[in-house]
């Protein structure tokens, strides 16, 4: 990492949240205007990244002497945030003289967040000079995820003729495996279960990722022994041996890899001694774990839903103190809910446009005739054959639009738009592919009166490509909504079906008050990396237009 990057993340307060991600940024330009009719420019890109509504350097390339079309051999490594709204500037200069920036021809500029060029893995738009384009001069930055190896490996593990070391029964022998770190100490990867009373022992396949395995490093020592298993605790020691990652997954000519399981002690009294039993490895199974960034580079859209709690409860919207009250300066607390999830989300969705429900609110059934009914599940624009409204301006304007055509009622019932969403969300999972992740955002001001149901949807949701996001406005004590955010335990359906996967987020606004909007996004979406990876990781489905990577081999025991 780079001075100037080290300097600027400081500033920047890069270094606060534990960064998972690294995206490397390539730049290329084409069409810059010459300085004069005998020369071209010297271009220079300058990286900055905006913090508290300042541009602050992040990182520059090197400067290209006399090309009007460069490619920059430089890239520049940041850190990816998906819950944050990361704006980047990069500035292109012409730099003509030993004196760097302060004496350069400044070239054009152009403006993005580092979402918009992840999701299209390559960004080009025109450089903009005074708010105009600069002729036909554009810009061109690729992305590339940096990351660790997130691979797991399968192993499964036999032997054959272990000592037997009970008096009245075969020995019941379990297999532990330790890495060898670099100060010598070992640490315990795995512990089969135990066979019992059996000499020649099968045990279970099981998972592991490359990092626990060695560190990344196939090279790494692998230190696996063999005990006899006794119920008092003091397990009495078969053998060991050595090996490596590299070992385990290399050519073995068509047959399984076997050590001999020695006894340091025997071989060192037995003249004759050979072993103290064999073990085979019978399963070395490599399996790609796709990050986040896998599949949104692969060409997965974040489909983003909002839904609205037009319940009594939240006051007359006529009323200053009605939750629903829009002010001309101060916009209420759903509209900056709306905005701070939505601005993030609207990056990763290509045709920017988002449905928008209501729900609690009593409406005509046509719009038009004068009997009202209570709907939990309406659309927010009205048109109930296209919900959808054009980017997070077109669902404010709908929300601010609907308030006087409709009468707040109740109750407040949330199942209904979960299971509308989770139907859009079953036709993506029948395709098998990574093309559509739903997010469903549930904007409510109370505790919710249809706990069971939507503890049943839930459970449904949380086995399809879907998301909820739950933020609590106003107030209210929303103690018992907590039991929907997995986090302090499974949550169950009546019927006690646990939910496949965490999949709901639930924060009250109030906790961010007086925090910026930036910090409720953070909050709510910092999960959703995870969840989507957990999904399609979890179905085995790889990301589009990506190249497949699993290797695998396979033996009897």
């Given at each position: 990492m780079s001075n100037i990057y080290e300097s600027a993340a400081t500033t920047l307060d890069l270094f606060n949240t534990p960064c998972l991600t690294k995206v490397e940024l390539r730049v290329a330009c084409r069409s810059l205007s010459d300085r004069d009719a005998l020369?071209?420019?010297?271009?220079?890109v300058v990286l900055k990244m905006q913090s508290h509504g300042q541009w602050f350097e992040v990182d520059r390339t090197e400067i290209i002497r006399s090309s009007s079309s460069p490619v920059f051999s430089k890239v520049f490594t940041v850190d990816f945030y998906f819950e944050e709204v990361q704006r980047l500037r990069f500035e292109l200069h012409d730099i003509s003289s030993h004196n760097g920036l302060k004496d350069a021809d400044f070239l054009g500029a152009m403006e993005c967040t580092l979402g918009q060029i992840v999701s299209q893995r390559k960004l080009s738009k025109a450089l903009l000079k005074q708010g105009n384009t600069a002729g036909?001069?554009?810009?061109?930055?690729?992305?590339?995820?940096?990351?660790?190896?997130?691979?797991?490996v399968e192993l499964a593990f036999s032997a054959r003729k272990l000592d037997d070391k009970d008096f009245f029964s075969k020995s019941d022998p379990f297999l532990e495996i330790f890495r060898i770190n670099d100060d010598g100490s070992g640490s315990l990867v795995h512990r089969t279960e135990t066979i019992m009373n059996n000499l020649s022992p099968v045990w279970k396949s099981f998972k592991v990722s490359l990092n626990t395995l060695c560190s990344g490093d196939e090279d790494r020592q692998l230190k696996c022994t063999v005990y006899d298993w006794d119920s008092n605790g003091k397990h009495d020691f078969i053998g060991e041996f050595q090996t490596t990652f590299r070992e385990m997954k290399g050519d073995m000519d068509g047959r399984p890899l076997t050590w001999d399981c020695i006894n340091p002690k025997y071989q060192m009294k037995k003249k004759n001694y050979r072993n103290s039993g064999?073990?085979?490895?019978?399963?070395?199974k490599i399996i790609k774990m796709h990050s986040f960034l896998d599949y949104i580079m692969g060409g997965c859209q974040i489909q983003f839903t909002v839904a609205i709690d037009f319940t009594a409860s939240n006051g007359d919207p006529r009323n200053s103190c009605s939750l629903h009250y829009i002010h001309p300066y101060q916009p209420n607390e759903y509209l900056k809910a709306l905005v701070a999830v939505g601005e993030i989300c609207q990056d990763y969705d290509s045709d920017k446009m988002f449905p928008a429900f209501g729900f609690g609110a009593q409406i005509p059934p046509d719009f038009k005739s004068c009997v009202f009914q209570v709907s939990h599940d309406f659309a927010v624009n009205f048109d109930e054959d296209n919900p959808e409204c054009a980017g997070i301006q077109g669902v404010l304007e709908a929300y601010q639009?609907?308030?006087?055509?409709?009468?707040?009622?109740?109750?407040?019932?949330?199942?209904?738009?979960?299971?509308k969403v989770a139907?859009?969300?079953?036709?993506?999972?029948?395709?098998?592919?990574?093309?559509e992740y739903f997010i469903l955002l549930i904007l409510t001001d109370g505790v919710i009166t249809d706990m069971a149901d939507t503890r049943e949807a839930i459970v449904h949701a949380s086995h399809l490509p879907m998301s909820v996001i739950i933020v609590g406005i106003g107030n209210a004590d929303f103690s018992d909504m907590q039991m929907l955010d997995g986090d302090d335990g499974i949550l169950r359906s009546p019927k006690g079906e646990p939910v496949l996967r965490d999949i709901v987020q639930f924060v009250p606004f109030h906790n961010f008050k007086h925090a910026s909007p930036a910090a409720l996004a953070k909050s709510v979406l910092a999960e959703v990396p995870n969840q989507v990876v957990d999904y399609y990781n979890g179905k085995s489905i790889k990301p589009k237009c990506m190249s497949d990577y699993e290797s695998s081999r396979a033996f009897s025991p």
């Open positions: 020369s071209k420019p010297d271009p220079c036909k001069s554009s810009i061109t930055v690729t992305a590339e995820e940096l990351s660790g190896n997130n691979d797991y064999t073990v085979t490895l019978y399963l070395c639009n609907c308030l006087p055509k409709i009468q707040l009622y109740g109750p407040t019932n949330i199942a209904p738009i979960i299971m139907n859009a969300a079953s036709e993506e999972m029948h395709t098998k592919e990574a093309m």
